[in-house]
């Protein structure tokens, strides 16, 4: 470890499992609002999403030593968080249909109504936290099927592997899914970044 | 020559680039002559670059402190094992 390199996450884990604390809080900081994205965009809720923050670092903490390092640390809080996130998902929708693990069939699966060329970069014609606000908006709206399959894959950039162990679905599932979900969000998106887009948030 | 509903199909494989390369170069054919096509493929592009490019929020202070205090205590009890 040099002065002006930062340590890596496995030094850090190294350190903390050999009773570091410090280590382990410098992870905390490294990652905790990635985790408290991810807790975010899967339950949709603010409430839930402080507390799936709260238990993924309490449980990382608390089972360090469980953590072999097959994957990279950060993929295994991303596995903690999201379980504890579905544990949240699912208990809101007592009585609700929770749709994760069965097939959702759309009708037309591949919709593409929106055929229109964005006008520009959005990234130069609206603020980081204007941006953020929308593609949150966005994404809450597909359905829990596609969001997190679509959180996991292009947001946390986890494989169709990892995504599909971490959810319990088949390799096609996963697939299948971030298809419709990409699709789905092109089709939202489009109608706001489109050419003369007039009263582009009026979807919202 | 595959059409329309064939490219929208393979679209995810074609971004991630995970399909054969004679699958790849008919869709690349397909994409060429297709303006429709084109723009949903230019369009979902740029959909996952912002996605991907979007920095998460920094955590709100108040919310961190109450998560620095639960580990805190975490740690004491870990070290102090009543
Ligand atoms: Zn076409």
Known sequence: MTDTEPPSDEQLVDLA????????????????????????????????SEDVLQ??????????????????????LVRIA????????????????????????????????E??????NPEDQFSQHELRELLDQTVSSLPDGFRTVFILRDVEELSTEETADM???SIPAVKS?????????????TRVFKKKGENAFAFL | MPSCK?????????L????????????????????????????????????KGCEPQAVPTDLEDRLMAALQKRMAEKKSPS
């Open chain 1, 167 to 169: 959810l319990g679905l």
């Open chain 1, 115 to 120: 055929i229109a060329v964005w006008d520009g």
């Open chain 1, 17 to 48: 499992r050999n009773g570091d604390d410090g280590a382990f809080s410098e992870l905390v900081k490294r990652y905790n609002r990635r985790i408290l994205r991810v807790a975010r965009n899967i339950t949709n809720n603010a409430e839930d």
């Open chain 1, 55 to 76: 238990e993924t670092f309490l449980k990382a903490y608390t089972h360090l030593d469980r953590f072999e390092g097959h994957s990279k640390f950060y993929t295994w």
């Open chain 2, 16 to 51: 991630d680039e995970c399909l054969d390369p004679s699958t790849r170069q008919e869709l690349d054919r397909h994409v060429q002559e297709c303006p429709s096509c084109w723009v949903v493929l230019d369009t979902t592009k740029r959909t996952l670059k912002i996605y």
């Open chain 1, 177 to 189: 899914r971030l298809l419709r979900a990409r699709l789905q969000l092109r089709e939202k998106l």
């Open chain 2, 6 to 14: 064939d490219f929208l199909r393979e679209l995810s494989d074609y």
């Open chain 1, 82 to 113: 999201m379980n504890e996130a579905l544990m949240k998902l699912r208990k809101r929708k007592t009585g609700k249909v929770v749709s994760l693990d069965e097939e959702l069939s759309t009708g037309d699966d591949t919709v593409t109504r």
